[in-house]
């Protein structure tokens, strides 16, 4: 878990969150990544906690709050929309634009699973901005901003659009088994932590599995 510290300061702390990993421990039990923070607490008398989630299967940065006050001030953050997102996502064929902005409303496909998520049109105000960094072999590379934070906003968008994102299981064309892992990365996450200091901007390196379709798409492995 130290290893994967990206950020630190009194305030909070901001992780490479790995593919794979719950970010807490679901209703059926087994491992998640909360079970790890202990080692986080940097002599604080109690663990860091998390500010927002990322899905299991996304990677990349993860925002703690180190305290209870640092926790209310990061949710009010996340909740006005005053902290900055960018994933890097890998799609199967993608926009023809170079950039453009996904408005689709989004709702809950079924209530006892209410992860799983759909577009409807009397559903909750979902936006996308993204932005083409490269292509190659019917593949595109974007870089997406949620402008609003709905549980599988970006892989519910995509595949709307018709790109769905390499690997995605649930709403792409992905085997449920077998398949490519999904290939969504939390870039970079950028916090007004401070009132009297710029914006903190974290970057997290890209991750093993999907440097190679990212190299395909013009990414010349730079982090």
């Known amino acids: 878990m130290l290893a994967r510290l990206l950020y630190r300061d009194g305030l909070m702390l901001v992780i490479d969150k790995p593919a794979g990993f719950a ?6 039990g087994g491992e998640a990544l909360d079970d790890y923070f202990d080692a986080l607490r940097f002599g604080l008398p109690r663990n860091p ?8 299967d996304t990677s990349g940065c993860l925002v703690l ?24 996502a890998v799609v199967e064929g993608g ?10 409303a989004l709702s809950k496909r079924d209530e006892s699973r209410g992860w799983w998520m759909k577009a409807d049109a009397h559903g909750l105000p979902s936006v ?16 997406l901003e949620p402008l609003t934070g709905r549980t599988h906003q ?40 401070s009132k009297n200091k710029p914006p903190v901007t974290v970057t997290a390196p890209v991750p093993a599995h999907m ?12 982090g």
């Open 23 to 28: 970010v807490h421990r679901g209703p059926k």
């Open 95 to 104: 926009p023809e634009a170079a950039e453009g902005r996904i408005d689709i």
């Open 128 to 143: 996308t901005t993204w932005k083409v960094l490269g292509r190659g072999d019917g593949l595109t590379w974007l870089a």
């Open 154 to 193: 970006l892989r519910v968008h995509c595949a709307e659009m018709g790109f769905p994102v390499v690997g995605d299981a649930i709403y792409g064309k992905a085997l449920r088994s077998g398949g490519p892992p999904l290939h969504l990365h939390a870039r970079d996450v950028t916090v007004p932590i």
């Open 49 to 56: 906690a998390l500010a927002h989630r990322l899905d299991r």
């Open 65 to 88: 709050g180190r305290h209870r006050k640092a926790l209310a001030l990061l949710g009010k953050l996340f909740k006005q929309g005053k902290i900055g997102k960018t994933y890097w």
């Open 211 to 222: 440097r190679e379709l990212l190299g395909k798409c013009g990414w010349k492995g730079d």
